[in-house]
Every structure is written in C-alpha cells, then in structure tokens.
C-alpha cells in the first residue's frame, strides 16, 4: 500500500515510520509541504492527515485512494459525504489527547489568571513597580495584580472526553463547573455519567445564562455547521467584563470580528486560543498566515501554535491507533476508529 503522510510534525514521523515498520509497511512517503500536494498525492491509497483540507479536488487527483486518516479527533478538514460516496473510508483520533488537551486548557487558564502576560511585558519594559528598600526581585510588585481560579465559575462548551478531563481537573482547583453539551443526558454504553464530575449540566438551552454567570468559557465542542460562529458578538456580550474564554477547539467555533470587537473594547478581560482561523492555510506549523493580524496585537490575546494536543505521551498513542488502523486495511479489515461506518468491506 502506498501511504501519504501529510503531517508537520517530526515527531510524529519519527515515531509512526518506526511502527510502520514493525509491521510490515514500508512503502510509505513523507509529504513535503513546501512543494504542490497534488502530484505528491497521486497514487496514494492512505493518506495520514494532520493539516489542510482535504476536498473534491484533492480526492479525485486520487483515484487509488482507500483511506484518510486523521492524526486528531477533527474531520471538519475532510469531505466525509463526498469520501462515503466515492467508498473511501475516513478514520480519526478519538481519544488519544484528552489528557493534554486538558492540561494545556487549565495551562492557558492560569496563564490568564496570573496575567502572564502582562507581568513578562512589563518586566521586560521595566515598568514593574519596585519596593525601594531592598531591591530585592522577591519585593518587585507587578503594577497588575492576577488572581486565584479556586471558587470561580467554569462553563465548558463540548462534555466530550476533553471536555470531560477538563472538568475532572478544574474540579480539583475547587472551581465550579458549568458543562453546556449536546444531548447531556444521554449516556453511552459503559460511558461515565457526565455529571458526577460537573455542578450543573444542560443543553443549549441553558448556554445564554451560563455564559453571563461565567469566569472562564472553555470551548471543546467540534466544528461543524452548527456550533461555527456559535460565539458570536451576542454571547460575547453575556459574558462578564472579568470574564476570560479560551478555545482549543477550532478557531472558527467564534466569530473573530466579534472576539476582536470584545477584547479591543475590553467587553470581557481576555482569550487564549490553541487555534486561528488561518493555520490551515499556511504550509508551516505558524498558527497564522498574517502575522501582522490585529488579533495578535492585542496584549489581551494568547496564541499558542495548537500544540496543545502534542505530548511524548499523545503522539505515541496517535501512532499506535495510526499503524493499527493501517495494519487492519492491509488485511482487508476495517479502521478501528472509523468515522463513515456505513462503509464495509
């Protein structure tokens, strides 16, 4: 089988080519994104995706191809219905980052309740103000206080498996959890009932009055039709002027002229995202196409490069779930995680 891997990160190469060889698979090809995709995709009958879009265009250029797999949970970059109809299968990741998703959202939320930002700015600037008897860095008081997250309100968006390590952890923080998620009281064969961990748990009918109670809104919802833009102008206006979101989910999950509108007029306090609008644009792991994006020169705006996911611990799960995938195609089995089930051999 000719295997395609559309991915950025070496790490993920380094481990995955080493278990592809284990098993067997050899006949695979490192895509470089700095040259044109299509005639690099050509033959492939697997493509193991962890950037871009993969549309129409791309998949009839590709007339062998059996197989998209995903190196995350996300398949808004992929023509599922179009993939179904041309009998190709897709796969994803399902749960192999929870855990470090989760721990880089309660990294981001204490970022902003520290205000790290601000005190690395003005240390830098040398605008901190200093206790003059000793000069001591112990005594040097930054002109911008932080704050505790013990006892403020947490609303997450998406009680998913993140969504879920999210609330386990912020539970131990002595926060108190809001979980606004689809269909919250359905509960899945051997799946753990979503409200021990949670204060409160509702649908979007509860989603305007948890917003407007809210210290911190975590989005772990996925992208899709429905939840795009789902954080608009009219939620960001709900929410408290000492309020903070935070999105490692997708970036367009919220409508950025509005964020931008809130932030610059201080409407709520600040964001820290994992995601941008543009990174599936830009052949290099920056997180935007436009570094000079007004978004980005806000100093109530955190930006990490969507690391959040990328663990020694996650990345070697990903490539396990990934070679297994691709050893059961090998002897005409399903993906394991496949997405369009419908599909069968």
Same mark, same amino acid.
């Given at each position: 089988?000719?295997?395609?891997?559309?991915?950025?990160?070496?790490?993920?190469?380094?481990?995955?080519?080493?278990?592809?060889?284990?098993?067997?698979?050899?006949?695979?090809?490192?895509?470089?994104?700095?040259?044109?995709?299509?005639?690099?995709?050509?033959?492939?009958?697997?493509?193991?995706?962890?950037?871009?879009?993969?549309?129409?265009?791309?998949?009839?250029?590709?007339?062998?191809?059996?197989?998209?797999?995903?190196?995350?949970?996300?398949?808004?970059?992929?023509?599922?219905?179009?993939?179904?109809?041309?009998? $190709? !299968? &897709?796969?994803?990741?399902?749960? @192999?980052?929870?855990?470090? +998703? #989760?721990?880089?959202?309660?990294?981001?939320?204490?970022?902003?309740?520290?205000?790290?930002?601000?005190?690395?700015?003005?240390?830098?600037?040398?605008?901190?103000?200093?206790?003059?008897?000793?000069?001591?860095?112990?005594?040097?008081?930054?002109?911008?206080?932080?704050?505790?997250?013990?006892?403020? $309100? !947490? &609303?997450?968006?998406?009680?998913? @498996?993140?969504?879920?390590? +999210? #609330?386990?952890?912020?539970?131990?923080?002595?926060?108190?959890?809001?979980?606004?998620?689809?269909?919250?009281?359905?509960?899945?064969?051997?799946?753990?009932?979503?409200?021990?961990?949670?204060?409160?748990?509702?649908?979007?009918?509860?989603?305007?009055?948890?917003?407007?109670?809210?210290?911190?809104?975590? !989005?772990?919802?996925?992208?899709?039709?429905?939840?795009?833009?789902?954080?608009?102008?009219?939620?960001?206006?709900?929410?408290?002027?000492?309020?903070?979101?935070?999105?490692?989910?997708?970036?367009?999950?919220?409508?950025?002229?509005?964020?931008?509108?809130?932030?610059?007029?201080?409407?709520?306090?600040?964001?820290?995202?994992?995601?941008?609008?543009?990174?599936?644009?830009?052949?290099?792991?920056?997180?935007?196409?436009?570094?000079?994006?007004?978004?980005?020169?806000?100093?109530?705006?955190?930006?990490?490069?969507?690391?959040?996911?990328?663990?020694?611990?996650?990345?070697?799960?990903?490539?396990?779930?990934?070679?297994?995938?691709?050893?059961?195609?090998?002897?005409?089995?399903?993906?394991?995680?496949?997405?369009?089930?419908?599909?069968?051999?």
């Amino acid at each position: 089988m000719k295997v395609k891997l559309l991915t950025r990160s070496p790490q993920l190469h380094g481990i995955l080519t080493s278990k592809l060889d284990q098993i067997g698979l050899t006949d695979f090809t490192i895509v470089d994104h700095r040259q044109p995709l299509l005639p690099q995709l050509a033959d492939a009958e697997i493509i193991v995706n962890g950037f871009g879009n993969i549309g129409k265009t791309i998949i009839d250029k590709c007339p062998n191809l059996r197989l998209i797999q995903q190196t995350g949970i996300g398949i808004d970059n992929v023509d599922v219905s179009y993939c179904t109809s041309k009998s $190709i !299968l &897709v796969a994803n990741i399902p749960l @192999a980052n929870a855990v470090s +998703v #989760a721990e880089h959202t309660i990294f981001l939320m204490l970022y902003l309740a520290k205000n790290i930002k601000g005190k690395i700015s003005t240390s830098v600037n040398g605008n901190d103000d200093v206790i003059p008897s000793s000069g001591l860095l112990s005594e040097r008081i930054p002109n911008t206080l932080g704050s505790e997250i013990q006892g403020k $309100i !947490l &609303v997450i968006i998406g009680l998913g @498996a993140t969504g879920l390590e +999210v #609330a386990k952890r912020a539970k131990s923080f002595g926060m108190n959890v809001i979980a606004v998620t689809k269909s919250p009281f359905l509960k899945k064969p051997g799946e753990v009932d979503k409200a021990y961990y949670v204060n409160s748990l509702g649908g979007s009918e509860i989603l305007s009055e948890s917003l407007s109670r809210a210290d911190y809104v975590s !989005l772990h919802t996925s992208l899709t039709e429905e939840t795009k833009n789902m954080i608009g102008a009219r939620e960001l206006a709900l929410m408290r002027k000492s309020a903070f979101l935070v999105n490692v989910a997708r970036a367009p999950i919220v409508d950025k002229e509005a964020l931008f509108t809130a932030l610059s007029t201080n409407k709520i306090s600040g964001a820290a995202f994992d995601v941008f609008w543009d990174e599936d644009k830009t052949p290099t792991i920056s997180p935007s196409s436009d570094p000079n994006d007004k978004l980005l020169k806000l100093p109530n705006f955190i930006l990490t490069p969507h690391i959040a996911g990328w663990t020694t611990e996650s990345v070697d799960t990903i490539a396990r779930i990934i070679a297994t995938n691709l050893e059961r195609i090998s002897q005409g089995q399903l993906p394991l995680t496949i997405v369009n089930a419908e599909l069968t051999y």
